[in-house]
């Protein structure tokens, strides 16, 4: 059994900068795609970013790009989420994602991820 852990949420100003983790557990024996997501209160969960195995590809979503930066350490099992400038609208729980069926191709729909964080709250204020 795959389990991640997120942590690293919590309260920030607008322009400030927040950095999260997601560590992963278990029973691993594939290479994976991980990705991040958010929820913001009455909205769907929509893609942040996303990671090939080797790092060498990331792919983020239209409201996060240019301000947040996705990167691992496979050795460490762990994937980061650097959010710099943030912005009131980046008030949501935080979710971490992996996609075992796939090493290097970044999807950005929630059905391709398997496995889930239970998620950290990101509060922005002014």
């Known amino acids: 059994q795959v389990q991640l852990v997120e942590s690293g949420g919590g309260l920030a100003q607008a322009g400030g900068s927040l950095r999260l983790s997601c560590t992963a557990s278990?029973?691993?024996?594939?290479?994976?795609?991980m990705g991040w997501f958010r929820q913001a209160p009455g909205k769907e969960r929509e893609f942040v970013a996303g990671?090939?195995?080797?790092?060498?590809?990331?792919a983020y979503g239209e409201p996060v790009k240019g301000r947040f930066t996705i990167s691992r350490d496979n050795a460490k099992s762990t994937v980061y989420l650097q959010m710099n400038s943030l912005k009131l609208e980046d008030t949501a729980v935080y979710y971490c994602a992996a996609d075992f069926r796939s090493d290097e191709m970044i999807g950005t729909a929630r059905y391709l991820y398997g496995v889930w964080g239970q998620g950290t709250q990101v509060t922005v204020s002014s």
């Open positions: 990671i090939t195995w080797s790092g060498g590809r990331t």
């Open positions: 278990g029973r691993i024996f594939n290479r994976y795609v």
